[in-house]
Structure formats: C-alpha cells, structure tokens
C-alpha cells in the first residue's frame, strides 16, 4: 500500500501546483514597455497565455518597446495613462510624423470595447478624401490636395448635405480632440491621439465594488478574485462562479476518481500476483522428509 499513498500524494500535489500557478492571488505590479508608459490593473500583458487580472479590451502588447493596444481588430499606439481619471490616450500606430496623413480606417467603440467609452473633449471627426466633385463654399485640407481631388473634414452633424460617398475616393470617420485645428494642423491633432475613458461592465462592476478585482480567460468568461485563490462572483457574497471553473472542477474530481480505480486496480492485480508466485513456491517444496 506505500505505492498506493506515493501515488496519491503525487497527484494531490500535481493538482495543487497546477492550480496554485495558474493565476496568483493578486495582481501583477506595474509594467511597462519600455517607452514611459506605466501600466497596472485594469490593463494586462498580451504575453499572459490564460487568465488574467483586468478588463478584456485592455490588453497591452509590446511592440519594439511601444505601448500597443488592439481595438475592433486594429493596432494603436498607447500615448500615456491617467489612473486617477480612468482614462487613457490612443492614437494610429503606423501614422508615423507625416505633416498631412491620411487617416488609415474608421474608429468604433463596439461590443469588443464595451470597458470603454469616448472622453469629453473627444468629439467624431468625418473625413472626405480625394473627391472629384465637391460643393462650392467648403474649406478643403490644402495639404491633401492633389491635382483636381480635393479632401475634406468636418465635426459630426456639420456635414453638409452632399453626395460625398459617390464624389470622394474613402471616407472615414475618427475621433479626435476638437482643441486642434483641424484643417490647419492634420498631422499634429492625428498624432496627438484621442482619449478613452475605461468603466468595468455590468458583471464586473458588483466584483470592484465589493472589493474584488475582476478575472477573464481567453474565452472571456467572467470571475472575481477575492484576494483568497478562489473564483467567485463577487466578493460581498463570495457565490462560486457557475461557469467553466465548475465544469473543470467536476472534470478534476472525475479524474481523480478515475486515477485512483485503475491505481487501487493494478496493486489489486499485482498483490493477487505475488500471493500466487508465493504459493505456488512453497508447494514445490518436498514434504514428508523426502
């Protein structure tokens, strides 16, 4: 039976120490890529491979000592971080210094970035590009004219009514801080960034304002961590998740069940054996003084 309680204690320790590394108890401490750029709960590294302490869309990556954040499925460069605001400023990764560039895409705040929000000096931005028709009276961007094509600008609900989706090349709509002038200094009000509020959403919320700090996995699924190892939902009732950390939980015991039957099984076998070896030997054994 000593191989049977060795076997055990190697399992209940392989468990506890698979457990025990998955996740800590508490956050990481800050960190940083490298650029100045200081990061802390609720942003994360991209390098984590399974759970991880913050909000799913703000996950950072460092991308030759730059401050990444991935956004609706675009790159954008992490300009600095304001915890005591909740905030932070983003702006196009690959805009490079051009004087007068082109916005590359749109800019949406989805389902994808439900944590975040526009911050109040942010306003959208609608942009008209190489259009071959254009109304009279419209102030283009003199820096983006080529030839004939003119490219335009304008705040969200001061677009003039004009058909500009059949008369420009590209639109694109982006926000940007209104402080800028806008048509006069393209280049510095796209490379200044715009700024993002971040909020946690409704299920994380009851987690931080019981205390707790809020757990994601690569599924996105949803737990609370209490500072004590466990998963719960929030940390004022501390109900254990109803989610896949109980499905794993059920699995464990499952196996461990299952490890322990065919373990009892094979000592069984190999006992039954050894008694038979045993025996066998001592009939062979003359009798009767012979």
């Known amino acids: ?66 401050s990444t954040i991935q956004l609706d499925n675009h790159l954008y460069r ?8 909740k905030s932070f400023v ?11 560039p082109v916005a590359p895409h749109d800019v949406a705040i989805n389902a994808s970035t439900s944590f975040l929000s526009y911050a109040n000096n942010v306003k959208l931005m609608h942009f008209f590009y190489n259009c071959t ?19 335009y600008v304008f705040l969200d609900g001061l677009v003039p009514k004009f058909d500009w ?25 796209m490379n200044e960034g715009f700024e993002l509020n971040w909020s946690p959403n409704i299920e994380c919320a009851p987690c931080e304002a019981s205390g707790g700090l809020c757990i994601y996995d690569n599924e996105q699924t949803f737990s609370c961590s209490c500072g004590k190892g466990g998963h719960y939902a929030n940390c004022r009732e501390q109900g254990l998740v109803s989610s896949n950390y109980f499905k794993l939980g059920l699995l464990s015991i499952g196996l461990l069940i299952c490890c322990v039957t065919i373990a009892v099984t094979i000592l069984y076998i190999v ?12 009939n062979r054994l003359p009798t009767g003084g012979k």
């Open 271 to 282: 006992k039954r054996r050894k008694d038979g070896i045993h025996k066998r030997g001592f």
């Open 90 to 100: 983003v702006s196009f990764y690959k805009l490079g210094d051009a004087i007068c």
């Open 133 to 151: 028709v254009y109304p009279s009276g419209v102030e283009p961007i003199k820096c983006l004219q080529v030839g004939a094509k003119h490219s």
């Open 1 to 66: 039976m000593a191989s049977l309680h060795q076997f055990l204690s190697f399992f209940f320790l392989s468990i506890f120490i698979i457990k025990g590394n998955s996740l800590s108890k508490s956050p990481p401490t800050s960190f940083s890529c490298g650029d100045d750029v200081d990061f802390a709960y609720p942003f994360w590294q991209r390098s984590q491979k399974t759970e991880h302490f913050g909000y799913p869309s703000l996950g950072v990556s460092c991308i030759n000592k730059t």
């Open 165 to 189: 989706k059949t008369n420009c090349e590209s639109l694109v709509t982006i926000p940007m801080n209104i402080e800028n002038s806008i048509t006069t200094n393209i280049g510095k009000a």
């Open 78 to 85: 992490v300009k600095n971080v304001n915890n005591t605001k």
